[in-house]
């Protein structure tokens, strides 16, 4: 079956623009989760939807960042005056169900440039 | 807080070599742990995971065992292939809706024909 898809694939977007970012995640998959992975570095968690509420933000960096998943399905990763430090890849992921051993299914991934 | 320690790399081997991948972990309670694999141009995808202590994830010829006495997952092969190369990436997930996965760093492993 399809994948979690991402787009666009590439952004690039100057110093104090707004960017929308768009996952689709697996059919069924109940939790939705978004990453921001810098170069040479690991994932690093942003936030966690289970349904369309967002149970985990403890991640996003600051209140420029903002999520959505207003139908418990397709999310929106909303990124407000956006800054040269926010250029990074961002994944989305999906999963079942959200426990310790689901496994989560990642996205290719949004590549972020900020000019 | 929860943190995941990969060897730094790159590693590079020659086809047919022993592989392996230290991986230690700091979580609290009991956590799972993975091994993803970053292809070339390709997304994350699970290589393998184990979800209790002593358990072994194999997949593809890799297998990792959790040793919950060494906070370790360190990731093997027997013999590896040019089409292996890749980056890997170990992480925990200690549940209870908190934080999502914690990703070591990534170590990019280069094998050479």
């Known amino acids: 079956g399809a994948g979690v898809s991402q787009t666009p694939s590439n952004k690039v977007t100057e110093k104090g623009k707004y960017v929308e970012l768009r996952c689709d995640p697996i059919s069924g998959h109940t939790a939705l989760y978004w990453y921001r992975q810098s170069l040479g570095q690991g994932p690093e968690f942003l936030i966690y939807f289970q349904g369309t509420g967002a149970a985990d933000d403890s991640g996003l960096p600051n209140d420029r960042f903002f999520a959505v998943r207003p139908e418990g399905s397709v999310s929106t990763l909303k990124i407000q005056r956006t800054e040269r430090g926010d250029s990074a890849v961002y994944l989305c992921a999906s999963s079942l169900l959200r426990g310790r051993t689901d496994t989560q299914y990642f996205g290719p991934g949004t590549r972020l440039t900020v000019l | 807080g929860n943190s995941v320690t990969q060897m730094e790399g790159p590693v590079t081997l020659s086809e047919e070599a022993f592989l392996t991948i230290n991986c230690t972990y700091t979580a609290t309670g009991y956590p799972s742990l993975f091994w993803y694999v970053q292809y070339p141009g390709e997304g994350l995808q699970l290589l393998l995971k184990?979800?209790?202590?002593?358990d072994k994830g194999s997949n593809k010829g890799f297998e990792a065992t959790y040793r919950k006495e060494t906070t370790s997952f360190h990731l093997e092969k027997g013999s590896v292939q040019v089409s292996d190369s890749a980056v890997y990436f170990c992480a925990l997930d200690s549940g209870g809706g908190a934080d999502g996965l914690t990703f070591g760093k990534g170590t990019h492993l280069i094998i050479q024909p």
């Open positions: 184990a979800t209790k202590a002593d």
